[in-house]
């Protein structure tokens, strides 16, 4: 039997507004720019996309599941301006076949610079994972899968019994991404890495015409989900949610694919779908996975240059976390707030200066002309960060 594992992550960053130098308000964000694009995205993504998988949970009784990570920003941005989103995660949380994720709160690269950073972050996601939805993650996901042993050791001590990255082809060598694995120096910890081939298929080649196996049927894909079937417990599809209806339009037949997954994957009573925690006590570790490097989800390097491949990301990461100190002691919670939101990733992709081999989803909703003009509006934030610490 091979177990699909579907997971989804779902992120709206906060984007900036323009911020000159000579600009001294404590107002960062672009209200309504962030408020047009969800308000949009919602309407071509998480709404309909959620509403399919509803009925889908309700139709097939339990034998189809899902897992989602949801960061805090984006549920932020769903209580200001979609609560009817927010209502359907809800709705979809109560079926008792999703199970929800943690990471960090903002989204962020915490991990790297602050380990005291990290923790707080994911004790905040969890704290309104359970709010939200009724329980404490048992899973952890960091940003963008972003992975070495170290995190895996982190995640452990916090209590988690699984954590999710890339399988990505430099560290698995001959070994498959359809296994579960241990991180050395674990006790307990589990892995469960992204088969990144059929996930991209979806994500990615689904409406490429030029693509040699296009058009992707559901016949198709859960032939390929079953050729794992001797070769493998899990197929690990982790993607973008914005996959549906956003990066592939509707007019793509990708909701009609979605809809229609199900009963081909399940069909002939071989595989079925799995949650990542029912994963993980179904299914043993074969073995370890040694990653001593950072690894990610981004991009053909599957490494951190997405967000730390030149000068200017690297300083503006290290200048933001710098001043985690003096944020703390100025008490301020609506500073504190803002700080953490200047950590999500996105402000760190949109200074990247790399070419993007998988195409244009990246630079999606990219708000500037250059990653010079990104580089220059986030350091001009940050110097009024700064000056309200003293």
């Not at 177990?3 to 911020?19: A, G, I, T």
């Not at 995640?155 to 990255?165: C, Q, S």
Request: proline share 4%.
């Amino acid at each position: 039997m091979a177990s699909v594992v579907f997971y989804f992550q779902v992120h709206q960053p906060y984007r900036l507004r323009r911020y000159s130098i000579f600009d001294d308000s404590p107002s960062y964000f672009d209200d309504y720019n962030n408020e047009q694009i969800l308000r949009k995205v919602a309407q071509k993504c998480y709404l309909p996309t959620n509403r399919l998988l509803l009925e889908l949970l309700r139709q097939y009784g339990g034998r189809f599941r899902v897992s989602y990570s949801v960061t805090g920003t984006v549920i932020d941005q769903f209580r200001q301006w979609a609560p009817e989103v927010l209502q359907t995660f809800e709705d979809l949380a109560a079926t008792g076949c999703v199970e929800f994720i943690a990471e960090t709160f903002y989204h962020s690269l915490s991990f790297l610079y602050s380990r005291e950073e990290f923790v707080d972050q994911t004790e905040q996601h969890c704290g309104m994972m359970k709010a939200l939805f009724g329980a404490r993650p048992r899973v952890f996901r960091n940003t963008e899968l972003t992975y070495n042993n170290d995190v895996a050791r982190t995640v452990e001590e916090m209590g988690f019994d699984a954590i999710l990255t890339e399988g990505a082809d430099n560290v698995l060598g001959y070994r498959s991404p359809n296994f579960l694995y241990n991180p050395p120096n674990c006790r307990r910890l589990k892995m469960l890495m992204k088969n990144y081939r059929l996930s991209d298929d979806i994500a990615f080649r689904f409406g490429n015409r030029a693509w040699a196996e296009w058009p992707l049927t559901t016949e198709k894909f859960a032939g390929w989900v079953d050729q794992i079937n001797g070769n493998g417990y899990v197929c690990n599809l982790f993607m973008d949610y914005e996959t549906f209806g956003e990066h592939q339009w509707a007019d793509t037949g990708i909701f009609d694919f979605l809809r229609a997954l199900p009963d081909a994957i399940l069909r002939g009573g071989k595989n079925d779908f799995l949650t990542v925690s029912e994963a993980i006590h179904r299914y043993p570790a074969v073995g370890e996975v040694d990653v001593p490097h950072m690894i990610s989800w981004a991009d053909t390097e599957r490494d951190l240059s997405a967000w730390l491949g030149n000068s200017m990301q690297s300083n503006a990461l290290h200048d933001v976390y710098t001043l985690r100190n003096d944020v703390l002691a100025a008490g301020d919670p609506l500073l504190l707030h803002q700080w953490r939101m200047l950590q999500t990733s996105d402000h760190f992709y949109y200074m990247c200066t790399k070419y993007f081999a998988d195409g244009d989803v990246h630079k999606y909703f990219n708000p500037y002309e250059s990653p010079y003009d990104a580089y220059i509006n986030y350091m001009n934030i940050l110097d009024n960060v700064r000056a309200r610490c003293h």
